[in-house]
């Protein structure tokens, strides 16, 4: 009987009860599509870095720290069996060495990256490079980043003068050749990379067989003399960011329910204000207080359960319209974060439940709060208007 009544009052409220629905339905698809932009962020920032530089992990040895350039040629190491024996799909060896160019006459400290062209684990537009199978002779063919090419000023068949270290320490140069100039999506290996092939830079460096570190596709076990760098320590930077940018994500949730308990809250009030004679009218038939806050609290409830119906059709309108776009980031190609496609969606149903599920809680207990008062009413007070002021 309670929610029959409930039922009619509620529709019977009309443009009123349809804003409220509105309003809370609304403020539930923004804060799952806020989540869902935040994991659909990171999981395309952590894939880019992962299919780019990362792969499954990387053998390096203890004391190496790609932070310290002044380091870098005391810690590379000849590869080991364990992972030369590895195909190709499986293994990427990589050799990073400091360097030098002088593009128009200035000088631009660079990150000198020999990679192995028979490699299949990283996805890297290096195809231009395998042209150049003979050994260096006086041009060393080089590919550069977009990045990396807007900096330095570069295009595809500009010449440079090229200087590095070779490992007994005597200081050489040669002239580069850009041979290609390609997008790539993580500016890690983009923005201060030039990108050679593994072979010539052995070559002009004296440092046969040698590698900075191993790219892997999954953990190969213990190796002698190096240490296994798990993708969660080498992806700890944009994690961390991420992590920070969720703290604003949480501040944006708490805002958009606030709103939504709000208006629900206000409409409510309004609601018990205006119909104090219809209350005293119930309780002079004998219905009990309790009762009364009953059938007001169902129809808070009931406008909880139509915003969620009204949010799943909302919802999956536009997170359909949005997954066919994407969000353009195209603004952010000089910036560091490893994404330069658009920015999809991934929802996750765990936390798509759990967030209706606590504004729905949120949406009924605004829905309580201002009919409390009512166990309190005097019935002859309620009839003349004046129990809630």
Same mark, same amino acid.
């Given at each position: 009987?309670?929610?029959?009544?409930?039922?009619?009052?509620?529709?019977?409220?009309?443009?009123?009860?349809?804003?409220?629905?509105?309003?809370?339905?609304?403020?539930?698809?923004?804060?799952?599509?806020?989540? =869902?932009?935040?994991?659909?962020?990171?999981?395309?920032?952590?894939?880019?870095?992962?299919?780019?530089?990362?792969?499954?992990?990387?053998?390096?040895?203890?004391?190496?720290?790609? %932070?310290?350039?002044?380091?870098?040629?005391?810690?590379?190491?000849?590869?080991?069996? &364990?992972?030369?024996?590895?195909? =190709?799909?499986?293994? &990427?060896?990589?050799?990073?060495?400091?360097?030098?160019?002088?593009?128009?006459?200035?000088?631009?400290?660079?990150?000198? $990256?020999?990679?192995?062209?028979? @490699?299949?684990? +990283?996805?890297?537009? %290096?195809? !231009?490079?395998?042209?150049? !199978?003979?050994?260096?002779?006086?041009?060393?063919?080089?590919?550069?980043?977009? @990045?990396?090419? *807007?900096?330095?000023?570069?295009?595809?068949?500009?010449?440079?003068?090229?200087?590095?270290?070779?490992?007994?320490?005597?200081?050489?140069?040669?002239?580069?050749?850009?041979?290609?100039?390609?997008?790539?999506?993580?500016?890690?290996?983009?923005? *201060?990379?030039?990108?050679? $092939?593994?072979?010539?830079?052995?070559?002009?460096?004296? $440092?046969?067989?040698?590698?900075?570190?191993?790219?892997?596709?999954?953990?190969?076990?213990?190796?002698?003399?190096?240490?296994?760098? #798990?993708?969660?320590?080498?992806?700890?930077?944009?994690?961390?960011?991420?992590?920070?940018?969720?703290?604003?994500?949480v501040i944006i949730w708490v805002i958009l329910i606030f709103l939504g308990g709000i208006s629900v809250f206000n409409t409510q009030f309004l609601n018990i204000f205006k119909r104090q004679r219809e209350i005293g009218t119930l309780? &002079?038939?004998?219905?009990?207080?309790?009762?009364?806050?009953?059938?007001?609290?169902? #129809?808070?409830?009931?406008?909880? +359960?139509?915003?969620?119906?009204?949010?799943?059709?909302?919802?999956?309108?536009?997170?359909?319209?949005?997954?066919?776009?994407?969000?353009?980031?195209?603004?952010?190609?000089?910036?560091?974060?490893?994404? $330069? #496609?658009?920015i999809f969606l991934k929802i996750d149903p765990v936390e798509v439940i759990i967030s209706m599920l606590v504004i729905v809680a949120i949406m009924i207990l605004v829905a309580w709060a201002p009919v409390r008062k009512i166990s309190?009413?005097?019935?002859?007070?309620?009839?003349? *208007?004046?129990?809630?002021?």
């Amino acid at each position: 009987m309670i929610f029959q009544i409930a039922l009619k009052n509620f529709l019977r409220q009309g443009m009123r009860s349809f804003l409220n629905v509105l309003v809370t339905a609304l403020a539930m698809v923004a804060v799952v599509f806020n989540l =869902s932009f935040y994991n659909g962020f990171q999981d395309q920032a952590v894939r880019n870095m992962v299919s780019t530089d990362v792969a499954g992990g990387h053998y390096r040895t203890p004391d190496f720290d790609i %932070l310290a350039p002044m380091e870098w040629e005391d810690e590379t190491f000849a590869t080991p069996d &364990a992972l030369s024996r590895l195909p =190709s799909s499986d293994k &990427a060896e990589v050799l990073v060495l400091q360097g030098q160019i002088f593009p128009n006459r200035r000088l631009f400290p660079v990150q000198l $990256r020999g990679m192995e062209m028979q @490699q299949t684990l +990283l996805d890297l537009p %290096l195809n !231009k490079l395998e042209e150049w !199978k003979t050994p260096v002779d006086d041009v060393i063919p080089i590919i550069i980043g977009n @990045q990396m090419a *807007g900096k330095s000023h570069l295009h595809i068949g500009d010449g440079v003068v090229l200087r590095w270290r070779d490992r007994f320490g005597a200081v050489d140069a040669l002239d580069a050749r850009v041979v290609d100039v390609v997008p790539l999506i993580n500016p890690r290996i983009d923005e *201060g990379v030039v990108w050679m $092939r593994l072979d010539h830079l052995r070559q002009i460096t004296h $440092r046969e067989g040698e590698v900075t570190w191993v790219a892997v596709e999954k953990f190969q076990g213990p190796v002698v003399e190096t240490l296994f760098q #798990e993708p969660e320590f080498l992806l700890k930077d944009i994690l961390e960011l991420i992590r920070q940018d969720r703290k604003y994500a949480v501040i944006i949730w708490v805002i958009l329910i606030f709103l939504g308990g709000i208006s629900v809250f206000n409409t409510q009030f309004l609601n018990i204000f205006k119909r104090q004679r219809e209350i005293g009218t119930l309780m &002079a038939f004998g219905m009990p207080p309790g009762r009364v806050v009953r059938l007001f609290t169902m #129809e808070g409830s009931l406008a909880a +359960l139509a915003a969620v119906i009204v949010a799943l059709v909302l919802g999956t309108i536009i997170f359909a319209w949005f997954q066919s776009v994407g969000l353009d980031v195209s603004h952010l190609s000089e910036s560091q974060i490893p994404i $330069r #496609e658009n920015i999809f969606l991934k929802i996750d149903p765990v936390e798509v439940i759990i967030s209706m599920l606590v504004i729905v809680a949120i949406m009924i207990l605004v829905a309580w709060a201002p009919v409390r008062k009512i166990s309190k009413v005097e019935p002859t007070q309620a009839l003349r *208007g004046r129990a809630i002021t």
